[in-house]
């Protein structure tokens, strides 16, 4: 069993940055494969970005790459999304989810989600 909180949304303007965070409980954190996903009001939830158990390998949907980072800190058994060059589109809530195999972009095959937090850019 896996719990994971998310934290670090808030209202940006345009061209900012934020960086995420999603705190895990458990001793197992660092067999998990872990992933970003995005929900805009009336749409459906979408990938963002994802990362392997050790941090080697990570993945990102076409409208976020380059602009986007994920990374982690086993140690401190959290996963981070740092995220530049905002815009508008990005408002969404975030959520962090966990997987136990590395490489799935579809919300459906991770097994464990946070609450989700709010990003909102704006000017």
């Known amino acids: 069993q896996v719990q994971l909180v998310e934290s670090g949304g808030g209202l940006v303007q345009p061209g900012g940055s934020l960086r995420l965070s999603c705190a895990a409980s458990?001793?197992?954190?660092?067999?998990?494969?872990m992933g970003w996903f995005r929900q805009a009001p009336g749409k459906e939830r979408k990938f963002v970005s994802a990362?392997?158990?050790?941090?080697?390998?990570?993945t990102y949907g076409d409208s976020v790459k380059g602009r986007f980072t994920i990374s982690r800190d086993n140690a401190k058994n959290t996963v981070y999304l740092q995220m530049n060059s905002l815009k508008p589109e990005d408002t969404a809530v975030y959520y962090c989810?966990?997987?136990?195999?590395?490489?799935?972009?579809?919300?459906?095959?991770?097994?464990?989600w946070g609450q989700g937090t709010q990003v909102t850019v704006s000017s």
């Open positions: 458990g001793r197992t954190f660092s067999s998990y494969a």
């Open positions: 989810a966990a997987v136990r195999t590395y490489g799935y972009t579809r919300a459906t095959s991770y097994d464990y």
């Open positions: 990362i392997n158990w050790s941090g080697g390998s990570t």
